[in-house]
């Protein structure tokens, strides 16, 4: 039988990668804000984050991750670039 609140890394390793792709994007949007391709970055970030939400839904980890990257991206993308 199943633990479902046991962490496997079949679930984690896609989740733990998209996780930190947008935690990347969003340090390079900070340092970086007057680059020409920030509002390209910001849109990558977008759809990670949607990728992110879709991924917890089936896996625990990918809920704690969610949860932590709901308020920094969305900081990020109300500073109007």
């Not at 990668?17 to 935690?23: D, R, V």
């Not at 969610?66 to 991206?73: A, R």
């Amino acid at each position: 039988m199943r633990n479902e609140s046991r962490l496997e890394f079949e679930e984690a390793l896609p989740v733990s990668a998209t996780y930190f792709s947008i935690l990347v994007l969003s340090s390079y949007i900070l340092s970086n804000s007057t680059a020409e391709n920030v509002r390209e970055l910001i849109a990558d970030a977008e759809i990670g984050r949607e990728l992110l939400r879709s991924m917890s839904r089936y896996s625990l980890w990918g809920d704690r991750c969610f949860k932590n990257m709901k308020v920094g991206v969305k900081c990020h993308l109300m500073k109007g670039y």
